[in-house]
């Protein structure tokens, strides 16, 4: 199984503050990589897949990079509606797996 | 609009059976994969099942293989997810979701329902 560790998992930042969220592979999973932000009592939402792709109707603030089996969320100028939770994910191969969560707090 | 709905969760002893489902309507569900994930209350996400377009293939977690069975009516555009032998930790909200095809990344997702396994 691929594990996924993502780091860290509480961060506490302010409006404005650019923040990075990093989740690291247990073996390659090529493109096959996605993140998602949750909000408490509600369902997922996709914000990037294929690594670094924008889904349709993110903000542009969002951005996904990666360095070999090393993958990067950015929030570029934080925004109070991006408080929230956030999970990468490896749809790569079975079984599909998410990171433990970073929950991003107000300071 | 892409809609999801899930029902059927509720209370059940453990050991027990239950039966949620997915119903799925503004887009062809034939033609896309399906997928269940829950999550433990106040826990991460983890996935459940995946069932392809025509049910050709379909993975379990290890943590429910054997247990739980996925299935899908394309022609009522439903998903289902049968329960067996229900543990206390499979206590959770279910998500249905929808696979995209390709990137497959999973882009739809239900409001959830919960399932509770308790004496």
């Known amino acids: 199984d691929i594990q996924l560790t993502q780091s860290p998992s509480f961060l506490s930042a302010s409006v404005g503050d650019r923040v990075t969220i990093t989740c690291r592979a247990s073996q390659g999973i090529s493109s096959f990589f996605a993140w998602y932000q949750q909000k408490p009592g509600k369902a997922p939402k996709v914000l990037i897949y294929?690594?670094?792709s924008l889904e349709s109707g993110v903000p542009s603030r969002f951005s996904g990079s990666a360095s070999g089996t090393e993958f990067t969320l950015t929030i570029s100028s934080l925004q109070p509606e991006d408080f929230a939770t956030y999970f990468c994910?490896?749809?790569?191969?079975?079984?599909?797996?998410f990171g433990q969560g970073t929950r991003l707090e107000i300071k | 609009e892409v809609q999801l709905l899930e029902s059927g969760g509720g209370l059940v002893q453990p050991g027990g059976s239950l039966r949620i489902s997915c119903a799925a309507s503004g887009f062809t569900f034939s033609s896309y994969a399906m997928t269940w994930v829950r999550q433990a209350p106040g826990k991460g996400l983890e996935w459940v099942s995946l069932?392809?377009?025509?049910?050709?293939?379909?993975y379990y977690a290890d943590s429910v293989k054997g247990r739980f069975i996925i299935s899908r009516d394309n022609s009522e555009s439903t998903m289902s997810l049968q329960m067996n032998s229900l543990r206390p930790e499979d206590t959770a909200v279910y998500y249905c979701a929808r696979q995209t095809t390709g990137t497959r990344q999973f882009s739809y997702w239900g409001q959830g329902t919960l399932v509770t396994v308790s004496s």
């Open positions: 994910q490896q749809v790569n191969s079975y079984p599909i797996t």
């Open positions: 294929g690594v670094s």
């Open positions: 069932i392809t377009s025509s049910s050709a293939s379909i």
